[in-house]
């Protein structure tokens, strides 16, 4: 238990479907992040959130939107998904305002896109 | 551009032995390395990390080597048992908050 949950662990949806991902931590961290796993690949880093504030947006698709709430919580709304997007969701949250701290992470969603 | 590699994609080490993971990067600004153990269907954990001020930290089984000059780190894991047996992704940031993490190394340990 790492303090950093996600749901729900699997999910398959349809290209036209529109699904999210929920993120909640209970670290008391102001960094969240979002990265995506592919087969073979390094964990690739999608958006990040710094004390609510969107401070990064990694040329990720539109289909892909991130919400935050607040510092506890992390979305990510998907939409007109497409077959290659099928990976490994990953939320990550630390203490975002001290430099040079771990993240820890969530347990990810298996997304299959069908 | 990937600017953590790690050229390895599978290790297998015998019970006991040594398992030495390696890991280089590109961008000479990132001054704090980490090292992550993942099992399947879990997320990453956080294993052992180091400043760019050190060349070495020690944690029990676990020690990363860091040799800045050559922009090399390494795990080494000794002795290695069946629970070590995992995908080991190495990570490093520039001065804040985000990490880059390279494509992970899978250990086998053989019993």
């Known amino acids: ?114 | 551009d990937q600017q953590v590699k790690q050229n390895s994609p599978s290790l297998s080490v015998q019970e006991g032995r040594i398992s030495i993971l390696n890991c280089d990067y590109t961008n000479s600004m990132f001054d704090y390395f980490l090292w992550y153990k993942k099992y399947p269907a879990e997320g990453p954990t956080f294993l052992i990390s180091i400043s760019s001020i050190k060349d070495k930290n020690e944690d029990g089984r676990f020690t990363v080597f860091l040799n800045k000059s050559a922009k090399h780190l390494s795990l080494h894991i000794v002795p290695s048992q069946p629970g070590d047996s995992a995908v080991y992704f190495c990570a490093a940031s520039e001065n804040d908050y985000k990490l880059s993490f390279g494509a992970g190394t899978t250990v086998t340990v053989r019993a």
Do not use: I
């Open chain 1, 1 to 114: 238990e790492t303090g950093v949950t996600q749901t729900p662990r699997h999910l398959v949806m349809g290209m036209t479907n529109k699904k999210s991902l929920k993120c909640e931590q209970h670290l008391g961290h102001n960094a969240m992040y979002w990265y995506k796993q592919s087969a073979k690949k390094p964990l690739e880093l999608m958006f990040v959130y710094n004390f609510k504030e969107q401070t990064e947006n990694n040329s990720v698709p539109s289909r892909f939107s991130p919400e935050c709430p607040n510092s506890s919580h992390l979305f990510l709304h998907l939409h007109t998904l497409q077959p290659e997007d099928s990976a490994l969701y990953l939320c990550a949250s630390s203490q975002g305002e001290e430099v040079n701290t771990e993240a820890f992470f969530g347990q990810g969603t298996r997304l299959t896109v069908v």
